[in-house]
């Protein structure tokens, strides 16, 4: 007999509008801010997508917007503005994993530009397979209190402080237009830098340190707290601090005068191929770990839809009632019928010299994988948001894997004859073009676990939230296909130009995509980063051995957050960590200053760590807004540094002027969150 579900919610995390208690959430004026939002943030995202392989996470944006325009509306509510921004978040996810791989067609000299209908079905494909996957997902990991989602809780606080005109928005205010600004003088002004290096080149290694100076990722970092930030940091030794000086050693110094250059070119030839191998690994152990609580989880729906049946009423309380989970798989397995068109009829190059038989084998074969490679590589992606957010995640990362393993089973299944012309190049093509569709998928279910999180925090009806998503995936797909050819026929994308006699400095780069092209050529060529990748895959197996024994003392070392830590730049990665530190001596001197024994201290605690909450929520918030503004001139400009103001021969002032300010927001911070209730 399948139980109840176990979700048990404590009077601190009680949603904000009880699941007793029901407002009007999908409205007509919801589902029009929500497609004009889609459609915005979308095109907004779509041109940093293709120039820096990064793009802004638009949910806060989306959150903040729609709560401003909301409030002209005295009947409207915090679930409506919760619908508008699930929705409207849809269009930065969906671009992001467009963007970071479907170039790769071009660069292969597959496609020769971006096929209107052909992209409208990649990304519907996808986009919808991540709502999907994430439906049944859903239970198993909003009741993982190991997992955080920094984001979520960010999205969350700001609309709660937003429906409460009594609640003291002030950290949220004061801490918005501080993110704001920073980010304003490091991406805009560029009087700061977001990132600082110092490498130093010896007769064969080179050894030194990085700083990431972001302040929504190092108040990102204060929320997710030290356990992750540790385990980041043990990544970043592993891979940075030692893994670049051993590696430099082993293969030879670069023909390059710049130790920086020397480092960043070793590990995004070497390092970061092992960081793919133990987020690989660590990714199938989360995966086999959640077996148990996602399988409770469908049981628990199917069982509460029969118990529905039976007694006539509805068994399940609003705040936990899904998509119907018989609907989530008969729409899984219809699926597969437009997945196997779309490989066969588009993917696979209709002058390919292959029998009528072999191209449905291959068609089949693609489909195949990504309904279960799918399912397995978006749990990982939804995993991520809670761990460390989603504009942490490392979709490229998870997009690497999925490629690397999706060659590899072709290679096993079809093997290999007649050159790069030949079967190799098919097997490229098929990769890429199956590749693209999880990495929709990926992309989307990283942000609907976020959006699900805020859900959960307010009180919002799953299930509607569910709707909006889809309905999001399907106003961004039709979206999507024309702003990606403008792009393109503008200026270019990875080398490849639409006409001659292009301005190749204004190209779009395209890194993401071309580091997949570079992958699937690299399997067929023998070439790729094998032993660096079963190098990730052995350091994922001492960490978990290690996570196990730790576990016995009441610590850990989340695995996948230290293949992050190798994986990423060390720009991206070093403020999660000084944040997560940041938060730790807060917390301790907190618990010093009141002693727990003593009565009412632990409510003076609670006290002060919500002021560090809602003081990072607004900082993340401000930031974010920020990087989506700056997108609009740095689109029409055609530049990123449309509003740049410091000379290059003062660049190092910048470099100085970012670690002092960064310096300065740290202490900041301790001190407005260590000051007295009674100051405030």
């Known amino acids: 007999m399948v139980k109840k579900s176990k979700i048990q919610l404590s009077s601190n995390d009680a949603p904000l509008i009880p699941a007793s208690k029901s407002l009007p959430e999908i409205t007509l004026r919801a589902l029009i801010l929500g497609i004009l939002l889609t459609v915005i943030l979308a095109a ?25 325009i909301l409030r002209f509306f005295r009947n409207s509510n915090v679930l409506e503005n919760t619908m508008v921004q699930t929705m409207a978040s849809v269009g930065e996810a969906l671009i992001a994993g467009v963007t970071f791989i479907l170039p790769a067609l071009i660069i292969l000299h597959a496609w020769d530009g971006f096929y ?83 490498w130093v080149k010896t007769s064969n290694t080179v050894y030194g340190f990085g700083l990431g100076l972001s302040p929504a990722l190092l108040a990102a970092g204060y929320i997710v ?77 199917v069982a509460s839809i029969k118990n529905a049946k039976k007694s006539g009423s509805k068994s399940v309380i609003r705040t936990e009632r899904d998509i119907p989970i018989q609907y989530v798989f008969w729409g899984l397995i219809l699926l597969l019928i437009p997945i196997f068109l779309f490989i ?41 948001a809670g761990l460390i957010g989603a504009t942490n995640t490392p979709v490229s990362g998870l997009l690497v894997a999925s490629l690397c393993i999706l060659c590899m089973l072709f290679l096993a299944l ?27 998928g990926i992309s989307i279910a990283n942000d609907t676990m976020q959006d699900l999180k805020v859900g959960q ?50 190209m779009l780069a395209a890194p993401q995509a071309g580091l997949m092209a570079a992958v699937a050529q690299g399997v067929y060529a023998h070439n790729l980063q094998w032993s660096m990748i079963i190098v990730g895959a052995i350091i994922a197996v001492i960490c978990m051995l290690i ?38 001596i807060i917390y301790t001197k907190l618990k010093k200053r009141y002693p727990i024994k003593k009565a009412g201290n632990e409510t003076k605690i609670t006290q002060h760590k919500h002021r560090g909450l809602t003081l990072a929520c607004g900082i993340v918030a401000g930031a974010s807004i920020m990087g989506v503004v700056l997108a609009i001139p740095f689109a029409l400009k055609q530049s990123s540094n449309a509003l740049k103001i410091m000379p290059d021969h003062l660049h190092y002032l910048a470099s100085f002027f970012g670690v002092f300010v960064t310096f300065l927001l ?8 260590m000051q007295e209730p009674k100051k405030i």
């Not at 907004?44 to 401003?68: D, E, F, H, R």
């Not at 209709?350 to 291959?362: A, K, W």
Request: hydrophobic share 50%; net charge neutral; proline share 4%.
């Open 44 to 68: 907004a995202n779509a041109y940093l997508g293709l120039k820096v392989g990064q793009t802004v996470s638009a949910s806060i944006p989306a959150a903040i917007i729609s709560m401003a």
């Open 116 to 198: 209107y209908w052909q992209t409208v079905i990649i990304a519907l494909l996808g986009g919808t397979l991540g709502v999907l996957f994430t439906i049944p997902l859903r239970r198993a990991l909003l009741l993982d209190t190991s997992l955080r989602y920094p984001e979520g809780v960010a999205i969350g606080n700001v609309l709660k402080a937003s429906s409460d005109k009594k609640t003291d928005i002030s950290g949220l205010s004061i801490g918005g237009l501080v993110g704001a600004v920073i980010s304003l003088c490091q991406a805009g002004f560029q009087i700061l830098t977001d990132n600082f290096y110092y």
């Open 225 to 301: 707290g030290v356990n992750v930030a540790l385990s980041m940091l043990v990544g970043i030794i592993i891979g940075w601090y030692a893994g670049i000086p051993a590696v430099t050693w082993f293969y030879g110094l670069p023909a390059m005068d710049s130790a920086s250059d020397i480092a960043m070119t070793m590990w995004r030839e070497h390092i970061r191929y092992m960081g793919v191998g133990t987020m690989l690994v660590a990714g199938l152990w989360t995966i086999f770990t959640l077996i148990k609580p996602i399988t409770q989880s469908v049981l628990t729906s």
């Open 344 to 384: 066969s009829l588009s993917v696979i190059p209709q002058h390919s010299d292959i029998s009528h038989n072999f191209r449905l084998i291959l068609s089949a074969f693609g489909a195949i994988y990504i309904l279960f490679g799918g399912f397995v590589f978006c749990s990982i992606a939804a995993y991520f």
């Open 414 to 440: 079809f093997g290999m004859n007649g050159g790069i012309e030949g079967k190799e190049l098919l097997g490229v093509i098929l990769g890429v073009g199956s590749t693209v569709i999880i990495g929709a």
């Open 457 to 506: 925090m307010l009180g919002a009806t799953p299930w509607k939230q569910q709707v909006m998503l889809i309905l999001g995936v399907l106003i961004a797909a039709f979206v999507v296909p024309p702003i990606l050819d403008l792009l393109y026929n503008a200026y270019g994308i990875g080398g490849v130009f639409p006409r001659p006699n292009m301005d190749k400095s204004q």
């Open 547 to 584: 996570d196990q024994v730790l576990k016995q003392f009441g610590g850990r070392l989340p695995v996948l957050a230290v293949g992050v830590g190798i994986y990423l730049p060390l720009d991206s990665s070093v403020p999660v960590i000084i944040g997560g530190i940041l938060s730790h």
């Open 666 to 673: 740290c202490a900041w911070i301790y001190r407005v969150v």
